[in-house]
T-cell receptor
Framework: ETGVTQTPRHLVMGMTNKKSLKCEQHLGHNAMYWYKQSAKKPLELMFVYSLEERVENNSVPSRFSPECPNSSHLFLHLHTLQPEDSALYLC?????????????FGPGTRLTVL | AQSVTQLDSQVPVFEEAPVELRCNYS??????LFWYVQYPNQGLQLLLKYLSGSTLVKGINGFEAEFNKSQTSFHLRKPSVHISDTAEYFCAVSDRGYSTLTFGKGTMLLVSP
C-alpha cells in the first residue's frame, strides 16, 4: 500500500466520451502530480499542484483538464481523446518542505482510447 | 535543460548474478539523482536517491548506486539478483527538487532461473 490510490485501474473509452480519473493520497502531502507513461517513452509530467494550485503545466492538450479540489484529491478530466492518448496515467504526491523529498506513486490507470 | 539516458532498454541476467543498470544525465547545474522501480501493474517506488555527500548510495532491496560527477553517471548495481527483482527501473534527475523530475526511458531487468 503506497498511500496513493487511483480509480479506475482500467478504462476503455471512445473518442467522443467524457470520463474522469481520480487520485487520492492518504499521506498528508501538499503536492500532487499527473504523469503519462507511454510504451518506450520516458514518463511525461503533465500537471503539478502545490497547495491545491497548479504550478506547472507542461503544454498538455486542452482535452486533458485537471482539478484539485483539496490537498488529498486530484482528478484528470478527459474529453474527445485521441488513440495516441492511450497510456498508463500515474498520480503521485509529495510533501513540499523546501527539501528534496520523495514522490509517492499510485498504481496508475491504464487508459485505452478506441 | 536536463536529460537522462538509460543506455539499455532490456537487461537479461541469471538469478544470483550481479547486475549494473546504466544511467547518464546531462545538466548545467548541480543535480539530485534518483532510481525508481516499477513492478508489473504497479506504480513507481523509490529505490534510492543521491542528494549530496557520499557518492555511494545504498537503497532498498540490496541495490546501490554510485554518483560520478566527472562521467555524469549514476549507475545502479546489485551484487546478486533474485527472480523478484524482475521489473522496470527508471533513473531520474532533478536540478530543483522533486517537482521537476526528468525520467529516463527505463530499463527492463529480466531475471531468469
Amino acid at each position: 500500500e503506497t498511500g496513493v490510490t487511483q480509480t479506475p485501474r482500467h478504462l476503455v473509452m471512445g473518442m467522443t466520451n467524457k470520463k474522469s480519473l481520480k487520485c487520492e493520497q492518504h499521506l498528508g502531502h501538499n503536492a500532487m502530480y499527473w504523469y503519462k507513461q507511454s510504451a518506450k517513452k520516458p514518463l511525461e509530467l503533465m500537471f503539478v499542484y502545490s497547495l491545491e494550485e497548479r504550478v506547472e503545466n507542461n503544454s498538455v492538450p486542452s482535452r486533458f483538464s485537471p482539478e484539485c479540489p483539496n490537498s488529498s484529491h486530484l482528478f484528470l478530466h478527459l474529453h474527445t481523446l485521441q488513440p495516441e492518448d492511450s497510456a498508463l496515467y500515474l498520480c503521485a504526491s509529495s510533501q513540499e518542505s523546501g527539501l528534496v523529498t520523495e514522490q509517492f506513486f499510485g498504481p496508475g490507470t491504464r487508459l485505452t482510447v478506441l | 535543460a536536463q536529460s537522462v539516458t538509460q543506455l539499455d532498454s532490456q537487461v537479461p541476467v541469471f538469478e544470483e548474478a550481479p547486475v549494473e543498470l546504466r544511467c547518464n544525465y546531462s545538466s548545467s547545474v548541480s543535480v539530485y539523482l534518483f532510481w525508481y522501480v516499477q513492478y508489473p501493474n504497479q506504480g513507481l517506488q523509490l529505490l534510492l536517491k543521491y542528494l549530496s555527500g557520499s557518492t555511494l548510495v545504498k537503497g532498498i532491496n540490496g541495490f546501490e548506486a554510485e554518483f560520478n560527477k566527472s562521467q555524469t553517471s549514476f549507475h545502479l548495481r546489485k551484487p546478486s539478483v533474485h527472480i523478484s527483482d524482475t521489473a522496470e527501473y527508471f533513473c531520474a534527475v532533478s536540478d530543483r527538487g522533486y517537482s521537476t523530475l526528468t525520467f529516463g526511458k527505463g530499463t527492463m531487468l529480466l531475471v531468469s532461473p
